[in-house]
Protein backbone atom coordinates (compact mmCIF):
# COMPACT_ATOMS: atom_id res chain seq x y z
CA UNK A 1 0.00 0.00 0.00
CA UNK A 2 1.11 3.11 -0.99
CA UNK A 3 1.55 5.56 2.15
CA UNK A 4 -0.05 8.88 1.98
CA UNK A 5 1.62 11.91 3.36
CA UNK A 6 -0.28 14.68 5.06
CA UNK A 7 1.81 16.80 2.51
CA UNK A 8 0.02 14.24 -0.46
CA UNK A 9 -3.06 14.82 1.31
CA UNK A 10 -3.22 18.53 1.37
CA UNK A 11 -1.39 18.97 -2.24
CA UNK A 12 -4.27 16.65 -3.49
CA UNK A 13 -7.37 19.33 -1.84
CA UNK A 14 -6.05 21.98 -3.55
CA UNK A 15 -5.17 20.83 -6.65
CA UNK A 16 -8.95 19.09 -7.24
CA UNK A 17 -10.00 22.66 -5.40
CA UNK A 18 -7.82 24.21 -8.83
CA UNK A 19 -9.48 21.98 -11.37
CA UNK A 20 -12.86 22.57 -9.63
CA UNK A 21 -12.23 26.28 -10.08
CA UNK A 22 -10.75 25.74 -13.50
CA UNK A 23 -14.21 24.12 -14.65
CA UNK A 24 -16.25 26.52 -13.10
CA UNK A 25 -14.47 29.46 -14.81
CA UNK A 26 -14.42 27.75 -18.09
CA UNK A 27 -18.08 27.07 -18.37
CA UNK A 28 -18.68 30.91 -17.09
CA UNK A 29 -16.51 31.77 -19.85
CA UNK A 30 -18.70 29.67 -22.62
CA UNK A 31 -21.67 31.04 -21.03
CA UNK A 32 -20.58 34.71 -20.98
CA UNK A 33 -19.68 34.41 -24.91
CA UNK A 34 -22.98 32.72 -25.51
CA UNK A 35 -24.21 36.01 -23.94
CA UNK A 36 -22.12 38.16 -25.39
CA UNK A 37 -22.77 36.68 -29.46
CA UNK A 38 -26.51 37.59 -28.69
CA UNK A 39 -25.91 41.10 -26.83
CA UNK A 40 -23.72 41.35 -30.41
CA UNK A 41 -26.56 40.75 -33.13
CA UNK A 42 -29.02 42.59 -30.82
CA UNK A 43 -26.84 45.50 -31.02
CA UNK A 44 -25.18 45.57 -34.16
CA UNK A 45 -27.69 43.79 -36.48
CA UNK A 46 -31.47 44.19 -35.15
CA UNK A 47 -30.82 47.49 -33.63
CA UNK A 48 -29.21 48.79 -36.57
CA UNK A 49 -31.56 47.53 -38.91
CA UNK A 50 -34.59 49.09 -37.34
CA UNK A 51 -32.04 52.17 -37.40
CA UNK A 52 -31.62 51.57 -41.08
CA UNK A 53 -35.82 51.38 -41.60
CA UNK A 54 -36.16 54.69 -39.08
CA UNK A 55 -34.20 56.90 -41.81
CA UNK A 56 -35.42 55.42 -44.81
CA UNK A 57 -38.86 57.49 -43.48
CA UNK A 58 -36.77 60.52 -42.19
CA UNK A 59 -34.77 60.03 -46.24
CA UNK A 60 -38.54 60.30 -47.72
CA UNK A 61 -39.94 62.66 -46.32
CA UNK A 62 -36.83 64.87 -47.23
CA UNK A 63 -37.03 64.17 -50.69
CA UNK A 64 -40.69 64.77 -50.62
CA UNK A 65 -39.75 68.53 -48.42
CA UNK A 66 -37.36 68.73 -51.25
CA UNK A 67 -39.65 68.19 -54.32
CA UNK A 68 -42.13 70.78 -52.68
CA UNK A 69 -39.44 73.45 -52.69
CA UNK A 70 -38.54 72.86 -56.42
CA UNK A 71 -42.03 73.33 -57.26
CA UNK A 72 -41.79 76.72 -55.12
CA UNK A 73 -38.89 77.69 -56.71
CA UNK A 74 -40.35 77.06 -60.40
CA UNK A 75 -43.68 78.38 -60.66
CA UNK A 76 -42.89 81.65 -58.60
CA UNK A 77 -42.29 84.70 -60.75
CA UNK A 78 -39.78 85.35 -62.02
CA UNK A 79 -38.88 81.20 -61.41
CA UNK A 80 -35.70 80.80 -59.23
CA UNK A 81 -34.00 78.29 -61.70
CA UNK A 82 -31.08 78.41 -59.52
CA UNK A 83 -32.56 77.02 -56.81
CA UNK A 84 -35.03 74.53 -58.61
CA UNK A 85 -31.37 73.02 -59.51
CA UNK A 86 -30.13 72.73 -56.59
CA UNK A 87 -33.20 71.29 -54.60
CA UNK A 88 -33.31 68.38 -57.78
CA UNK A 89 -29.80 67.82 -56.72
CA UNK A 90 -30.83 67.11 -53.18
CA UNK A 91 -34.35 65.39 -54.43
CA UNK A 92 -32.01 62.72 -56.17
CA UNK A 93 -29.78 62.09 -53.75
CA UNK A 94 -32.55 61.45 -50.83
CA UNK A 95 -33.91 59.16 -53.29
CA UNK A 96 -30.35 57.69 -53.17
CA UNK A 97 -30.30 57.78 -49.52
CA UNK A 98 -33.47 55.54 -49.17
CA UNK A 99 -32.22 53.03 -51.39
CA UNK A 100 -29.15 52.31 -49.70
CA UNK A 101 -30.97 52.23 -45.95
CA UNK A 102 -33.33 49.52 -47.45
CA UNK A 103 -30.59 47.73 -48.82
CA UNK A 104 -28.82 48.43 -45.41
CA UNK A 105 -31.70 46.89 -43.62
CA UNK A 106 -32.22 44.13 -45.49
CA UNK A 107 -27.91 43.26 -45.68
CA UNK A 108 -28.24 43.09 -41.72
CA UNK A 109 -31.60 41.23 -41.63
CA UNK A 110 -30.01 38.31 -43.71
CA UNK A 111 -27.15 38.29 -41.94
CA UNK A 112 -29.31 37.63 -38.73
CA UNK A 113 -31.45 34.63 -40.67
CA UNK A 114 -28.17 33.06 -41.74
CA UNK A 115 -26.38 32.75 -38.10
CA UNK A 116 -26.98 29.41 -36.93
CA UNK A 117 -25.57 29.99 -33.08
CA UNK A 118 -28.52 32.12 -32.60
CA UNK A 119 -32.08 31.80 -32.39
CA UNK A 120 -33.84 33.79 -34.34
CA UNK A 121 -37.70 34.26 -35.93
CA UNK A 122 -36.66 33.54 -39.66
CA UNK A 123 -39.62 33.18 -41.40
CA UNK A 124 -40.70 36.57 -39.89
CA UNK A 125 -37.38 38.20 -40.29
CA UNK A 126 -37.66 36.64 -44.48
CA UNK A 127 -41.04 38.35 -44.91
CA UNK A 128 -39.76 41.58 -43.40
CA UNK A 129 -36.73 41.17 -45.80
CA UNK A 130 -39.45 40.81 -48.35
CA UNK A 131 -41.72 43.69 -47.90
CA UNK A 132 -38.94 46.01 -48.27
CA UNK A 133 -37.95 44.95 -51.41
CA UNK A 134 -41.36 45.40 -52.31
CA UNK A 135 -41.84 49.07 -50.74
CA UNK A 136 -38.53 50.03 -52.58
CA UNK A 137 -39.01 48.63 -55.75
CA UNK A 138 -42.86 49.45 -56.55
CA UNK A 139 -43.93 52.32 -54.57
CA UNK A 140 -40.89 53.98 -54.83
CA UNK A 141 -40.75 53.23 -59.00
CA UNK A 142 -44.35 54.81 -58.92
CA UNK A 143 -43.22 58.01 -56.78
CA UNK A 144 -40.27 58.18 -59.51
CA UNK A 145 -42.48 58.03 -62.40
CA UNK A 146 -45.04 60.35 -61.11
CA UNK A 147 -41.68 62.63 -59.93
CA UNK A 148 -40.76 62.74 -63.63
CA UNK A 149 -44.11 63.62 -64.89
CA UNK A 150 -44.20 66.49 -62.49
CA UNK A 151 -40.91 67.57 -63.74
CA UNK A 152 -41.83 67.89 -67.43
CA UNK A 153 -45.47 70.23 -65.75
CA UNK A 154 -43.23 72.44 -63.95
CA UNK A 155 -41.50 73.00 -67.48
CA UNK A 156 -44.40 73.81 -69.07
CA UNK A 157 -45.82 75.58 -65.91
CA UNK A 158 -48.77 73.49 -66.12
CA UNK A 159 -50.49 74.97 -62.59
CA UNK A 160 -53.36 72.48 -62.15
CA UNK A 161 -51.42 69.88 -64.27
CA UNK A 162 -48.51 70.53 -61.61
CA UNK A 163 -51.32 70.31 -58.29
CA UNK A 164 -52.72 67.25 -59.27
CA UNK A 165 -49.11 65.81 -59.89
CA UNK A 166 -48.35 66.79 -56.07
CA UNK A 167 -51.16 65.07 -55.05
CA UNK A 168 -50.68 61.99 -56.31
CA UNK A 169 -46.85 61.83 -55.39
CA UNK A 170 -48.01 62.73 -52.04
CA UNK A 171 -50.81 60.05 -51.73
CA UNK A 172 -48.03 57.39 -52.92
CA UNK A 173 -45.37 59.23 -50.22
CA UNK A 174 -47.76 58.83 -47.45
CA UNK A 175 -48.76 55.09 -48.79
CA UNK A 176 -44.69 54.36 -48.87
CA UNK A 177 -44.82 55.87 -45.15
CA UNK A 178 -47.29 54.06 -43.79
CA UNK A 179 -45.79 50.37 -44.97
CA UNK A 180 -41.88 51.43 -43.77
CA UNK A 181 -43.84 52.41 -40.74
CA UNK A 182 -45.58 48.82 -40.33
CA UNK A 183 -42.22 47.39 -41.36
CA UNK A 184 -40.60 49.72 -38.65
CA UNK A 185 -43.36 48.30 -35.70
CA UNK A 186 -42.76 44.19 -37.03
CA UNK A 187 -39.09 44.89 -36.73
CA UNK A 188 -39.64 46.90 -33.27
CA UNK A 189 -41.38 43.43 -32.01
CA UNK A 190 -38.47 41.59 -33.06
CA UNK A 191 -35.93 43.36 -31.73
CA UNK A 192 -37.53 43.25 -28.52
CA UNK A 193 -38.40 39.54 -28.87
CA UNK A 194 -34.19 39.22 -29.11
CA UNK A 195 -34.00 41.01 -26.39
CA UNK A 196 -35.84 39.11 -24.26
CA UNK A 197 -34.20 35.62 -25.96
CA UNK A 198 -30.64 37.63 -24.81
CA UNK A 199 -32.04 39.13 -21.37
CA UNK A 200 -33.33 34.99 -21.46
CA UNK A 201 -29.91 33.31 -22.07
CA UNK A 202 -27.78 35.97 -19.49
CA UNK A 203 -30.27 35.17 -16.87
CA UNK A 204 -29.70 31.08 -17.85
CA UNK A 205 -26.19 32.25 -17.76
CA UNK A 206 -25.63 34.01 -14.31
CA UNK A 207 -27.98 31.28 -12.42
CA UNK A 208 -26.09 28.18 -14.49
CA UNK A 209 -22.86 29.92 -13.21
CA UNK A 210 -24.21 30.19 -9.94
CA UNK A 211 -25.43 25.97 -9.42
CA UNK A 212 -21.80 25.37 -11.08
CA UNK A 213 -20.02 27.39 -8.62
CA UNK A 214 -21.82 26.57 -5.67
CA UNK A 215 -21.75 22.48 -6.99
CA UNK A 216 -18.05 23.16 -7.07
CA UNK A 217 -18.16 25.20 -3.78
CA UNK A 218 -19.84 22.11 -2.51
CA UNK A 219 -18.26 19.31 -4.03
CA UNK A 220 -14.77 21.22 -2.91
CA UNK A 221 -16.00 21.08 0.61
CA UNK A 222 -17.28 18.20 1.34
CA UNK A 223 -14.04 16.64 -0.43
CA UNK A 224 -12.15 19.09 2.08
CA UNK A 225 -13.45 17.84 4.95
CA UNK A 226 -13.87 14.24 4.13
CA UNK A 227 -9.55 14.96 3.69
CA UNK A 228 -9.73 16.96 6.53
CA UNK A 229 -11.31 14.72 8.89
CA UNK A 230 -9.60 11.52 8.40
CA UNK A 231 -6.30 13.73 8.94
CA UNK A 232 -8.36 15.32 12.44
CA UNK A 233 -10.13 12.07 13.44
CA UNK A 234 -7.04 10.46 14.33
CA UNK A 235 -4.95 13.76 15.59
CA UNK A 236 -8.21 13.94 17.68
CA UNK A 237 -7.85 10.81 18.95
CA UNK A 238 -4.13 11.05 19.55
CA UNK A 239 -4.98 14.56 21.75
CA UNK A 240 -7.92 11.97 23.95
CA UNK A 241 -5.05 9.26 24.42
CA UNK A 242 -2.23 12.21 25.29
CA UNK A 243 -4.87 13.48 28.13
CA UNK A 244 -5.79 9.92 29.21
CA UNK A 245 -2.05 9.76 29.60
CA UNK A 246 -2.13 13.11 31.54
CA UNK A 247 -5.05 11.93 33.40
CA UNK A 248 -2.51 8.87 34.49
CA UNK A 249 -4.87 6.47 32.29
CA UNK A 250 -2.56 3.98 30.58
CA UNK A 251 -4.67 1.18 29.86
CA UNK A 252 -5.34 1.91 26.70
CA UNK A 253 -3.69 2.38 22.81
CA UNK A 254 -5.09 4.54 20.04
CA UNK A 255 -5.78 2.11 16.96
CA UNK A 256 -3.40 3.02 13.98
CA UNK A 257 -5.95 3.67 11.04
CA UNK A 258 -3.43 5.83 8.60
CA UNK A 259 -0.02 4.92 7.36
CA UNK A 260 1.15 9.08 7.37
CA UNK A 261 2.89 11.38 9.36
CA UNK A 262 0.21 10.84 11.93
CA UNK A 263 0.06 7.02 11.72
CA UNK A 264 3.62 7.04 12.51
CA UNK A 265 3.59 9.10 15.42
CA UNK A 266 0.24 7.06 16.83
CA UNK A 267 2.78 4.43 17.12
CA UNK A 268 5.78 6.07 18.74
CA UNK A 269 2.55 7.53 20.83
CA UNK A 270 1.69 3.22 21.77
CA UNK A 271 5.04 2.95 21.98
CA UNK A 272 5.33 5.38 24.67
CA UNK A 273 2.57 4.39 26.75
CA UNK A 274 3.58 0.65 26.63
CA UNK A 275 6.73 2.23 28.55
CA UNK A 276 4.91 4.22 30.76
CA UNK A 277 2.55 1.07 31.41
CA UNK A 278 5.84 -1.00 32.29
CA UNK A 279 7.29 2.02 34.46
CA UNK A 280 4.15 2.43 35.88
CA UNK A 281 4.13 -1.28 37.02
CA UNK A 282 7.45 -1.00 38.33
CA UNK A 283 6.37 2.12 40.73
CA UNK A 284 3.37 0.18 41.64
CA UNK A 285 5.77 -2.88 42.72
CA UNK A 286 8.28 -0.41 44.36
CA UNK A 287 5.04 1.47 45.76
CA UNK A 288 4.11 -1.07 48.09
CA UNK A 289 7.64 -1.14 49.39
CA UNK A 290 8.89 2.54 49.57
CA UNK A 291 6.30 5.02 49.83
CA UNK A 292 5.12 5.72 46.19
CA UNK A 293 5.76 9.67 47.16
CA UNK A 294 9.29 8.85 47.26
CA UNK A 295 8.95 6.58 44.38
CA UNK A 296 7.70 9.27 42.89
CA UNK A 297 10.41 11.74 44.38
CA UNK A 298 13.26 10.03 43.34
CA UNK A 299 11.61 10.26 39.32
CA UNK A 300 10.83 13.42 39.48
CA UNK A 301 13.88 14.83 41.13
CA UNK A 302 17.02 12.50 40.17
CA UNK A 303 18.97 14.64 43.09
CA UNK A 304 16.87 13.16 45.74
CA UNK A 305 19.53 10.36 45.04
CA UNK A 306 22.56 11.81 46.04
CA UNK A 307 24.67 10.36 48.55
CA UNK A 308 25.32 13.30 50.29
CA UNK A 309 22.40 14.14 52.27
CA UNK A 310 20.53 17.58 53.94
CA UNK A 311 19.49 19.12 56.57
CA UNK A 312 15.68 20.10 56.93
CA UNK A 313 13.33 20.69 59.37
CA UNK A 314 10.98 18.02 59.42
CA UNK A 315 8.29 16.40 61.38
CA UNK A 316 8.51 12.44 62.61
CA UNK A 317 5.84 10.41 63.35
CA UNK A 318 5.89 6.94 65.48
CA UNK A 319 2.98 4.62 66.10
CA UNK A 320 2.57 1.30 67.49
CA UNK A 321 0.01 -0.72 68.86
CA UNK A 322 -1.02 -1.55 72.08
CA UNK A 323 -1.72 -4.60 73.79
CA UNK A 324 -0.26 -6.29 70.68
CA UNK A 325 1.41 -8.90 72.35
CA UNK A 326 -1.65 -10.22 74.22
CA UNK A 327 -3.35 -9.71 70.79
CA UNK A 328 -1.16 -11.92 68.78
CA UNK A 329 -0.64 -15.06 71.53
CA UNK A 330 -2.53 -18.02 69.98
CA UNK A 331 -3.11 -16.70 66.77
CA UNK A 332 -2.30 -18.83 63.85
CA UNK A 333 0.76 -17.12 61.43
CA UNK A 334 -2.35 -16.73 58.45
CA UNK A 335 -4.32 -14.74 60.88
CA UNK A 336 -1.59 -12.46 62.31
CA UNK A 337 0.01 -11.49 59.11
CA UNK A 338 -4.13 -10.79 58.28
CA UNK A 339 -4.76 -8.82 61.13
CA UNK A 340 -1.41 -6.67 60.83
CA UNK A 341 -2.21 -6.04 57.51
CA UNK A 342 -5.72 -4.70 58.49
CA UNK A 343 -4.19 -2.65 60.91
CA UNK A 344 -1.30 -0.89 58.99
CA UNK A 345 -3.68 -0.44 56.13
CA UNK A 346 -6.04 1.39 58.57
CA UNK A 347 -3.45 3.31 59.88
CA UNK A 348 -1.41 4.15 56.97
CA UNK A 349 -4.29 5.56 54.88
CA UNK A 350 -4.48 9.08 57.45
CA UNK A 351 -1.17 9.29 57.07
CA UNK A 352 -1.50 9.05 53.25
CA UNK A 353 -4.40 11.10 53.03
CA UNK A 354 -2.67 13.89 54.90
CA UNK A 355 0.76 13.80 52.83
CA UNK A 356 2.70 12.20 55.03
CA UNK A 357 5.85 9.63 53.54
CA UNK A 358 5.43 5.98 55.67
CA UNK A 359 9.18 5.89 56.03
CA UNK A 360 9.07 1.64 57.34
CA UNK A 361 7.07 -0.56 59.06
CA UNK A 362 8.50 -1.76 62.08
CA UNK A 363 6.54 -4.92 63.51
CA UNK A 364 3.49 -3.38 64.70
CA UNK A 365 4.84 -0.02 64.58
CA UNK A 366 5.28 2.34 61.47
CA UNK A 367 7.34 5.64 61.08
CA UNK A 368 6.34 8.46 59.32
CA UNK A 369 7.62 11.87 58.51
CA UNK A 370 6.52 15.01 57.08
CA UNK A 371 8.58 17.92 55.12
CA UNK A 372 10.16 19.20 52.10
CA UNK A 373 10.25 18.54 49.22
CA UNK A 374 7.03 16.75 49.67
CA UNK A 375 4.87 18.92 51.97
CA UNK A 376 5.27 22.47 52.17
CA UNK A 377 7.51 23.37 54.65
CA UNK A 378 5.29 25.88 57.25
CA UNK A 379 2.44 22.75 57.15
CA UNK A 380 4.58 19.60 58.06
CA UNK A 381 3.78 19.98 61.75
CA UNK A 382 0.19 20.30 61.28
CA UNK A 383 -0.14 17.71 58.99
CA UNK A 384 1.43 15.38 61.03
CA UNK A 385 -1.14 16.20 64.14
CA UNK A 386 -4.25 15.78 61.97
CA UNK A 387 -3.04 12.47 60.29
CA UNK A 388 -2.83 11.39 64.43
CA UNK A 389 -5.82 12.71 65.04
CA UNK A 390 -7.64 10.41 62.63
CA UNK A 391 -5.27 7.19 63.35
CA UNK A 392 -7.00 7.50 66.82
CA UNK A 393 -10.39 7.96 65.19
CA UNK A 394 -9.97 4.52 63.29
CA UNK A 395 -9.10 2.85 66.95
CA UNK A 396 -12.79 2.32 67.81
CA UNK A 397 -13.63 1.14 64.23
CA UNK A 398 -10.34 -1.10 64.23
CA UNK A 399 -11.37 -2.79 67.66
CA UNK A 400 -15.31 -4.01 66.01
CA UNK A 401 -13.26 -4.78 62.36
CA UNK A 402 -10.22 -6.94 64.11
CA UNK A 403 -12.76 -9.85 65.60
CA UNK A 404 -14.92 -10.09 62.40
CA UNK A 405 -11.68 -11.17 60.45
CA UNK A 406 -10.43 -13.66 63.07
CA UNK A 407 -13.93 -15.10 63.50
CA UNK A 408 -13.80 -14.17 67.35
CA UNK A 409 -16.14 -12.55 69.69
CA UNK A 410 -13.37 -9.93 71.06
CA UNK A 411 -10.16 -8.26 71.22
CA UNK A 412 -8.71 -7.91 74.90
CA UNK A 413 -9.61 -4.60 76.28
CA UNK A 414 -6.27 -3.18 76.34
CA UNK A 415 -5.81 -2.85 72.74
CA UNK A 416 -4.86 0.51 71.64
CA UNK A 417 -2.70 2.89 70.16
CA UNK A 418 0.17 4.95 71.02
CA UNK A 419 1.57 7.92 68.86
CA UNK A 420 4.81 10.17 69.47
CA UNK A 421 5.67 13.00 67.20
CA UNK A 422 8.73 15.69 67.34
CA UNK A 423 9.84 18.58 64.98
CA UNK A 424 13.24 19.36 64.79
CA UNK A 425 16.39 19.05 62.29
CA UNK A 426 17.02 15.74 60.45
CA UNK A 427 19.38 14.62 58.31
CA UNK A 428 17.27 13.11 54.73
CA UNK A 429 18.68 11.69 51.76
CA UNK A 430 19.07 8.58 50.36
CA UNK A 431 21.42 6.99 53.39
CA UNK A 432 22.62 2.72 53.32
CA UNK A 433 25.60 1.05 51.27
CA UNK A 434 26.62 0.42 48.24
CA UNK A 435 24.22 -2.62 48.06
CA UNK A 436 20.98 -1.38 49.29
CA UNK A 437 19.98 2.16 49.74
CA UNK A 438 16.80 3.54 51.56
CA UNK A 439 15.64 7.33 51.42
CA UNK A 440 14.83 8.29 55.39
CA UNK A 441 15.65 10.39 58.06
CA UNK A 442 17.83 10.41 60.78
CA UNK A 443 18.48 12.76 63.76
CA UNK A 444 17.29 13.90 67.59
CA UNK A 445 13.87 14.73 66.27
CA UNK A 446 13.25 10.90 64.76
CA UNK A 447 14.30 10.06 68.10
CA UNK A 448 12.24 12.25 70.35
CA UNK A 449 9.79 11.20 67.99
CA UNK A 450 10.29 7.21 69.19
CA UNK A 451 11.28 8.47 72.92
CA UNK A 452 7.36 10.18 72.87
CA UNK A 453 5.94 7.25 71.60
CA UNK A 454 7.08 4.91 74.29
CA UNK A 455 6.40 7.74 76.99
CA UNK A 456 2.86 7.40 76.58
CA UNK A 457 3.14 3.59 78.46
CA UNK A 458 4.06 6.08 81.52
CA UNK A 459 1.20 8.52 81.16
CA UNK A 460 -1.45 6.25 79.93
CA UNK A 461 -2.10 8.40 76.84
CA UNK A 462 -2.41 7.95 73.07
CA UNK A 463 -0.49 10.78 71.77
CA UNK A 464 2.43 13.22 72.46
CA UNK A 465 3.78 15.65 71.09
CA UNK A 466 6.74 17.44 71.59
CA UNK A 467 6.11 21.66 72.23
CA UNK A 468 8.08 22.50 68.70
CA UNK A 469 5.41 20.19 66.82
CA UNK A 470 2.83 22.12 68.71
CA UNK A 471 4.34 25.75 68.03
CA UNK A 472 4.77 25.18 64.35
CA UNK A 473 1.57 23.23 63.79
CA UNK A 474 -0.51 26.45 64.95
CA UNK A 475 -4.51 27.36 65.90
CA UNK A 476 -5.53 24.03 64.39
CA UNK A 477 -5.50 21.69 67.02
CA UNK A 478 -6.50 21.56 70.53
CA UNK A 479 -4.04 20.10 72.94
CA UNK A 480 -3.08 19.93 76.59
CA UNK A 481 0.29 20.56 78.39
CA UNK A 482 0.93 16.74 79.94
CA UNK A 483 4.65 17.40 81.55
CA UNK A 484 7.80 18.86 81.32
CA UNK A 485 10.67 15.94 80.82
CA UNK A 486 13.90 14.86 80.07
CA UNK A 487 13.96 12.36 76.99
CA UNK A 488 16.68 10.25 77.56
CA UNK A 489 19.80 10.64 75.54
CA UNK A 490 18.72 14.36 76.31
CA UNK A 491 20.18 16.75 78.75
CA UNK A 492 17.50 19.31 78.81
CA UNK A 493 13.83 19.16 79.92
CA UNK A 494 11.24 20.02 77.07
CA UNK A 495 7.36 20.55 77.29
CA UNK A 496 5.34 17.46 75.88
CA UNK A 497 1.56 18.06 75.01
CA UNK A 498 -1.08 15.65 74.39
CA UNK A 499 -3.21 16.12 70.69
CA UNK A 500 -6.98 16.44 71.92
CA UNK A 501 -9.33 17.41 69.08
CA UNK A 502 -9.07 19.79 66.21
CA UNK A 503 -10.11 23.34 66.56
CA UNK A 504 -13.02 24.08 68.13
CA UNK A 505 -14.40 20.44 68.59
CA UNK A 506 -13.53 19.58 72.02
CA UNK A 507 -16.56 18.07 74.68
CA UNK A 508 -17.36 20.07 77.91
CA UNK A 509 -15.81 16.93 79.67
CA UNK A 510 -12.28 17.56 77.51
CA UNK A 511 -12.86 21.34 78.19
CA UNK A 512 -13.16 20.80 81.79
CA UNK A 513 -10.55 18.21 81.86
CA UNK A 514 -7.67 20.20 80.26
CA UNK A 515 -8.78 23.14 82.46
CA UNK A 516 -8.44 21.13 86.01
CA UNK A 517 -5.65 19.56 84.23
CA UNK A 518 -3.54 22.80 83.85
CA UNK A 519 -4.69 23.73 87.40
CA UNK A 520 -3.46 20.49 88.27
CA UNK A 521 0.36 20.96 86.69
CA UNK A 522 0.16 24.07 87.71
CA UNK A 523 0.24 23.17 91.36
CA UNK A 524 2.43 19.95 91.15
CA UNK A 525 5.22 22.43 89.41
CA UNK A 526 4.78 25.08 92.48
CA UNK A 527 5.09 22.10 95.13
CA UNK A 528 1.63 22.82 96.41
CA UNK A 529 0.79 18.74 96.93
CA UNK A 530 -2.36 19.38 98.25
CA UNK A 531 -3.95 21.75 95.57
CA UNK A 532 -2.41 19.70 92.90
CA UNK A 533 -3.87 16.16 94.37
CA UNK A 534 -7.37 17.82 93.82
CA UNK A 535 -6.83 19.22 90.62
CA UNK A 536 -5.87 16.06 89.37
CA UNK A 537 -8.65 14.29 91.22
CA UNK A 538 -11.49 16.99 89.75
CA UNK A 539 -9.46 15.80 86.74
CA UNK A 540 -10.00 12.80 86.57
CA UNK A 541 -13.89 13.00 88.18
CA UNK A 542 -14.22 14.96 84.27
CA UNK A 543 -12.63 11.64 82.36
CA UNK A 544 -11.86 9.03 84.88
CA UNK A 545 -9.81 7.00 82.25
CA UNK A 546 -7.62 10.19 81.63
CA UNK A 547 -4.38 8.34 81.96
CA UNK A 548 -2.02 11.80 82.40
CA UNK A 549 -4.29 12.68 85.04
CA UNK A 550 -3.79 9.45 86.63
CA UNK A 551 -0.47 9.44 86.24
CA UNK A 552 0.15 12.59 87.91
CA UNK A 553 -1.84 11.97 90.55
CA UNK A 554 0.36 8.92 91.68
CA UNK A 555 3.68 11.20 91.05
CA UNK A 556 1.70 13.82 93.06
CA UNK A 557 0.91 11.03 96.18
CA UNK A 558 4.44 10.00 96.05
CA UNK A 559 6.48 13.28 96.12
CA UNK A 560 3.89 13.53 99.43
CA UNK A 561 5.28 11.03 100.81
CA UNK A 562 8.94 11.65 99.61
CA UNK A 563 9.22 15.55 98.59
CA UNK A 564 12.28 15.87 95.37
CA UNK A 565 14.92 17.16 96.21
CA UNK A 566 15.05 21.10 96.20
CA UNK A 567 16.93 21.60 92.65
CA UNK A 568 13.56 20.35 91.17
CA UNK A 569 12.71 22.18 88.28
CA UNK A 570 9.46 20.47 87.56
CA UNK A 571 10.61 18.09 85.14
CA UNK A 572 10.65 14.12 85.02
CA UNK A 573 13.20 12.48 83.61
CA UNK A 574 12.80 9.59 81.26
CA UNK A 575 14.77 6.70 80.70
CA UNK A 576 13.27 4.43 78.37
CA UNK A 577 15.91 1.84 78.69
Known sequence: MIRQSIKRQIVGIAVGLIILMAITSVLSMVMSGRVATYLDELTSKYVQAYGHLARMNVRALEQALALRQMAIAKIQIPPDDASYAERKRVYEAKGLDVAREADGARSLINTIITNTTTDSDNATLARIDSRIESVNSDIQRYINEESQRLFRLLESRDTPGINSSLVRI??????????????????????RADAVVTMG????????SAI??????????????LVSTGITRPVRRLLDGTRAVEAGH???SISITTRDEIGQLTAAFNRMVEQLRQNERVRETFGKYIDPQVVQGLIDRPALTASEGQRRTMTVLFCDMKGFTSLSEGMTPQGLVKVMNHYLSTMSEPIRKHKGIIDKYIGDGIMAYWGPPFTDENDHARLACLAALEMIDHIAALRTEIPELLGVRSVPSDCDLRIGIATGEVLVGSIGSEFMMSYTVMGDAVNAASRLEL????????????GATIAAAGPALEVREIDRVVLSGQTTAQV??????????????QVLLRTRYSEGLAAYRARNWDEASRAFGAALEAVPADGPARTLAARVADFKAKPPAQDWNGAWLFDHK
Open 170 to 191: DALRDDFNAKIDSIRADMLTQV
Open 250 to 252: LDG
Open 455 to 466: LNKVYGSRSLVS
Open 496 to 509: IFELMARAGELTPE
Open 201 to 208: HQRQAIFI
Open 212 to 225: VTALAAILGLTVSV
